[in-house]
């Protein structure tokens, strides 16, 4: 008896052992699941905090309010809004930086039997997007689908004095092309990321390497007025036989002429050894185009052509023509000082599809050359003069070097791919 007696003890301490154990157990088992689900959940929060830190970085540093509507948007989207989530730009004074702090309670699964009612976790993320350090495009190629829309080929080189870049909208790969021997050097050669991209072949070179960016530039000039014909009246010193009804270009062989701003029916023709001088104002070229060839001196300070079609014509002599600046002898432009048009040297009409065929080398222009649906057709070399392109495309061919002196007379930031930085 007294054997069993000390049989039942060791066997109730047993008992008392393994229920104790078994609790242990449970309350392990249950810190180990609970465990999990903070750093499953802490992953997933931080996760969406890097997505809407990006997400927001995408719009800046232009657009803080829209900044912040993004993040919030993602954030929401992967399932935390409201006072769970906070989200600062500009971050420590930076425009071009955002932070985003996600902190929520999570119940415990299993810790309530241990007497834990919850946790918080907190997630946070900062990114950074940039207008390329303040480097304004040079080319602005605006197209959005065509390939090779930037082409440089044959064996000359282009290369960008100061802080200027090239941009090219394009989805279409290789949206930025360099063949056959030349080169292309610019502060910056950028690319839109959602399809866009590069090519170098048969010795052409692009310097710096091409960079994606997060999203096409938008057209600055876009909602930009453009001049109205009657309101700016025909020129006096037009085609006397030239009207609207019946446009005549008004061409210059010889001699020593000075034009008056105004509208031009039929255009404008400088050719031979006319020396001609154009005053300050606004030249719309209505049908026919403007042709500079010859050996001639053509110039204009404060000047815009503005180059369309014939309202009351538009086929024919009053269709939209080709600007053509060539030859053998010398022009020199630059846009309006003030106003409107500030700056813009050459704008061709939307409705327009026209080639401008612009020949380095003969001579200067100090302005913005504006074809939202034409091509740029560089040829020959030298000196082009302070210029910023924003066309459709633009093709760069010839065998002799060609500088371009970089002014940025229009701001179209150009937003790299946004990064995580914190």
């Not at 393994?18 to 699941?33: K, P, R, S």
């Not at 090239?166 to 930025?176: E, L, Q, R, V």
């Not at 600046?325 to 500030?342: A, E, I, R």
Request: proline letters at 7%; glycine letters at 14%; a neutral charge.
């Amino acid at each position: 008896m007294i054997w069993n007696r000390g049989r039942n003890a060791e066997n109730g301490q047993m008992l008392v052992l393994t229920a104790l154990f078994m609790v242990v157990l449970v309350g392990f088992t249950a810190m180990v699941i609970d465990v999990g689900s903070i750093f499953q959940n802490r992953r997933d929060m931080q996760n969406s905090a890097d997505a809407a830190a990006l997400a927001g970085a995408s719009a800046l540093p232009l657009d803080q309010f829209g900044a912040i509507s993004r993040a919030r948007d993602w954030a929401q989207r992967n399932g935390y809004s409201g006072a769970y989530v906070t989200v600062t730009t500009p971050y420590k004074g930076d425009l071009a930086k955002i932070e985003v702090v996600i902190k929520k309670p999570m119940p415990v699964i299993f810790g309530g039997a241990l007497g834990l009612k919850d946790y918080s976790i907190t997630a946070r993320a900062v990114a950074w997007s940039s207008a390329s350090a303040g480097i304004q495009p040079a080319f602005l190629v605006l197209n959005p689908t065509k390939c090779n829309s930037f082409n440089r080929a044959g064996s000359s080189s282009i290369t960008i004095i100061g802080p200027g870049s090239i941009m090219d909208n394009s989805a279409c790969n290789p949206s930025i092309d360099a063949s056959g021997g030349g080169s292309v050097v610019a502060a910056a050669i950028n690319y839109y990321q959602n399809g866009g991209g590069y090519n170098e072949s048969g010795g052409g070179q692009l310097t710096p390497t091409p960079t994606a960016v997060a999203s096409p530039v938008p057209d600055p000039l876009a909602k930009i007025t453009p001049p109205n014909l009657t309101l700016l009246g025909q020129s006096p010193t037009s085609d006397p036989f030239s009207s609207p009804a019946n446009p005549k270009a008004t061409v210059l062989s010889a001699g020593i002429t000075i034009l008056a701003p105004g509208t031009y029916y039929g255009g404008i023709n400088i050719k031979s050894s006319a020396n001609v001088t154009l005053l300050p104002g606004i030249y719309a070229l209505a049908g026919g185009g403007l042709k500079v060839t010859g050996s001639g001196i053509v110039s204009g300070a404060g000047v815009m052509f503005y180059n369309t079609f014939d309202p009351q014509y538009p086929t024919k002599a009053g269709a939209c023509g080709e600007m053509d600046l060539g030859g053998t002898g010398q022009f020199t432009f630059s846009g309006p000082t003030s106003g409107t048009y500030k700056d813009i040297a050459f704008w061709q009409d939307k409705a327009c599809t026209n080639d401008f065929k612009l020949a380095g080398g003969a001579g200067g222009i100090s302005g913005v050359i504006y074809l939202p649906t034409g091509k740029l057709n560089i040829s020959g070399g030298g000196d082009l003069g302070s210029i910023q392109v924003i066309a459709d495309t633009v093709d760069i061919s010839g065998n002799v070097p060609l500088t371009v002196h970089f002014v940025p007379y229009v701001t179209a930031p150009v937003a790299t791919a946004p990064k995580l930085v914190e």
